[in-house]
């Protein structure tokens, strides 16, 4: 049944244009199931929501503005 969950789940997120959509853990008992499901959305507005709240924690830390990029950067490498 994952399977069948998982693959509706992928037509729903190439319809809806989301980065992620995947079923998590499942909770099961004799009559009943419970499933956790993951979403992402991925669009220029929520990773400028990102940059801003990465510069707003830098500023409060003591970090200069532009940490992520580096830190982003030596992901890359």
Known sequence: MRKEIQSA??????KNGLSQL?????????SSFTAKI????????TENYEQNE???FASR???PA??????????EN
């Open 9 to 14: 789940f992928d037509e729903i997120k190439s």
């Open 22 to 30: 995947s079923l998590g853990s499942i909770r099961f008992n004799i």
């Open 38 to 45: 993951i979403g992402k959305v991925q669009n220029p507005v």
């Open 54 to 56: 990465a510069i707003f």
């Open 61 to 63: 830390h003591g970090l």
């Open 66 to 75: 532009d940490f992520k990029k580096t830190l982003d950067e030596n992901e």
